[in-house]
């Protein structure tokens, strides 16, 4: 049975004020009427086998018992089995009346071809596959596929979609994410994919409509990142002019994902989006555009989580490792709401979680780093 319900403005309040004795006040933010923790569950790295499985399962109620309400996924990570370990973690959690429902922001993505529990074992594995689950359906054709391995048609989004929910559980999802749209840049033109764009995202206002979505925004790789003129450069007035295409002005496009650590800074240091005639960064761009920031790859995937240089820790004391302190940067950028992290092993979250007991760090420090380059 699905889980009812969704994250509140009350759920989530009452969520950070019952885990206030072991986090900081300020690891809490509320934007769009929710409390987010400052720290967010990320579930994409691991094999698909029942190891990585169970550890999932264990790391994901562990880290919202340890004040993390912040949960991200996506129906292609580790071929759905992260969204399903989720549903396991969540089951536990509501059935031991620990968290209720709307206590948690849960997102997800929609965009590259999933494979159901494991990969295809060859070609001619491939094509039963796709035939089997979207072709002969009429989920989406050979020619809607991008890059071999993208696609967002409406039939096919709504059809992940539908996945997602079945995984994890839910009625609804609180943010759902076209995943990586850049990368239908790379066959068809500017035009035809804010088109493709605008169409995905009616789709997903349906989706609120119905109830199974609460809000819904983009997650991104290289998009955002990218100056303008590049092949998968995204300008946000343009992706949000396709909302409001979509939507109206009262449209549900509320969030972007994009990656910023201490090697990817581009989000914050990097002037490429147009505001109000002048050019500024993403994550100011986006903050006068009322959108929320939750940022992946904050520890570049464990790269930075150890060897950083000294100025790191003289920037952010009072950490015992690069990975907490590499967490500290990204969640101390302004305009950063949320910093996700990889936690599939319980060492890991007790680390990742022992950043929240202080507060981010100011803006006068953080910029210190950049001065200090």
């Not at 409390?35 to 094999?47: F, M, P």
């Amino acid at each position: 049975m699905a889980h009812a319900g969704f994250a509140t403005t009350e759920g989530t309040q009452s969520y950070a004020q019952a885990h206030s004795s072991v986090c900081h006040p300020d690891h809490y933010r509320q934007l769009n009427g929710l409390w987010l923790s400052s720290i967010g569950v990320g579930t994409y790295l691991g094999e698909a086998d029942e190891a990585t499985d169970a550890a999932y399962r264990e790391s994901v109620a562990a880290a919202v018992r340890g004040g993390c309400n912040v949960i991200d996924t996506a129906v292609n990570y580790r071929f759905q089995r992260s969204e399903r370990n989720i549903r396991a973690a969540l089951d536990d959690l509501f059935a031991a009346g620990e968290v209720s429902r709307d206590a948690l922001v849960i997102s997800t993505k929609g965009g590259f071809i999933p494979f159901d529990t494991h990969p295809p074992t060859g070609q001619a594995d491939f094509m039963d596959y796709m035939r089997k689950t979207y072709f002969e359906p009429g989920v989406c054709t050979p020619e809607d596929i991008v890059a071999n391995c993208h696609c967002m048609t409406p039939a096919y989004i709504r059809h992940e979609l539908d996945a997602s929910l079945e995984n994890l559980g839910l009625d609804t999802i609180d943010v759902y994410y076209v995943h990586n749209p850049e990368t239908q840049l790379q066959e068809v033109s500017r035009e035809i994919f804010l088109s493709r764009l605008k169409d995905a995202f009616e789709t997903l206002e349906g989706a609120v409509a119905e109830g199974k979505i609460k809000s819904y925004g983009t997650a991104t790789w290289n998009g955002y990142r990218m100056e303008p003129g590049e092949g998968e450069y995204l300008s946000l007035a343009e992706v949000l002019g396709a909302a409001q295409a979509a939507g109206g002005e009262n449209h549900h496009f509320r969030v972007v994902q994009l990656p910023l650590n201490l090697g990817m800074p581009e989000a914050f240091s990097k002037p490429n989006q147009s505001l109000n005639g002048e050019t500024t960064c993403f994550l100011a761009a986006a903050a006068q555009r009322g959108v929320t920031v939750m940022t992946s790859g904050s520890i570049l995937q464990g790269r930075a989580a150890e060897g950083l240089p000294p100025i790191i820790g003289e920037v952010f004391p009072g950490f015992s490792t690069d990975g907490q302190r590499a967490i500290q940067f990204t969640r101390s950028a302004p305009g950063v709401a949320v910093a996700l992290v990889g936690m599939r092993q319980m060492d890991h979250v007790v680390e990742n979680m022992e950043v929240a007991q202080s507060p981010p760090a100011s803006f006068d420090d953080f910029i210190r780093l950049f001065r200090e380059e």
